[in-house]
């Protein structure tokens, strides 16, 4: 069975540290990884060549590898360049994903795409609209991911995950995996019936600040007098 053939209707959870995070350090990334696994994600998604290559060496499930690097002509960020492509593959990753938007780029979708199946791996277009999906699938991709909507100016910019762009892509024929701002299982599920080979969930697993924001706010804002049926005692 092909790696996307096993991963259809599957969790697959993305195991990144954000800049400043006490998270960020190979092993704590591994560690991610492997708890990932034992709760039952099917692949992860791993950011950075050396991270790549440990979180390889430390679990069975198939890896989606991306570099992130930031340059200040370029908005494009993740894995760029035919170099970060060489450098992932040499890795281990499974899978390798880039950005695959409209904006102006150092190199183009079509030749990041042959770099990546020139090393016998899977291409992912991480993308943030419909026509972009079609781009990156005509260009070779083997399946976009809706990772980008809400990141460029031009697609929507929501709280919750792009569950219209699922559809439209679902409708176009092209073969998409869902990712960004999937907050509850829940969504998840949604995605998988919208259409998704499978679906990537970060941050709600595994940015423990984040989430724990999300409950000091809560917490923030409660009111302190007990009040049952609109009766305070
Ligand atoms: C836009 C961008 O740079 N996304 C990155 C891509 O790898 C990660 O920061 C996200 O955590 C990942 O896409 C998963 O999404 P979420 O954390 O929302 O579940």
């Given at each position: 069975m092909s790696i996307l053939e096993a991963l259809r209707g599957t969790l697959a959870v993305s195991c990144q540290a954000a800049d400043g995070s006490p998270l960020q350090p190979t092993d704590h990334i591994v560690a991610l990884a492997k708890a990932a696994v034992l709760g039952g994600a099917k692949a992860v998604r791993i950011e950075g060549v050396a991270n790549v290559s440990a979180v390889r060496n430390a679990v069975s499930v198939?890896?989606?590898g991306i570099t992130k690097i930031e340059h200040p002509d370029s908005e494009i960020y993740i894995t760029p360049t035919l170099e970060d492509v060489r450098q992932l593959?040499?890795?281990?990753?499974d899978i390798v994903a880039f950005d695959a938007t409209a904006r102006p780029r150092p190199c183009s979708v079509a030749a990041l795409v042959e770099a990546v199946h020139q090393a016998?791996?899977?291409a992912m277009a991480d993308i943030s609209t419909l026509d972009?999906?079609?781009a990156a699938v005509a260009a070779g991709a083997d399946f976009a991911g809706t990772t980008l909507s809400g990141y460029t100016p031009y697609s929507p910019q929501t709280e919750a995950p792009d569950f219209k762009l699922m559809e439209?892509?679902?409708?176009?024929g092209i073969p998409f995996v869902a990712e960004g701002r999937i907050w509850e299982p829940t969504d998840a599920r949604r995605a998988i019936e919208y259409g998704a080979a499978f679906?990537?969930?970060?941050?709600?697993?595994t940015r423990p600040d984040v989430i724990t924001r999300r409950?000091?706010?809560a917490v923030?804002?409660?009111r302190t007098t007990p009040e049952f049926n609109g009766e305070s005692r």
């Open positions: 198939p890896v989606i593959c040499e890795a281990g990753a016998g791996r899977i972009e999906g079609r439209d892509l679902f409708r176009a679906v990537v969930v970060g941050s709600a697993i409950f000091a706010d923030a804002g409660a």
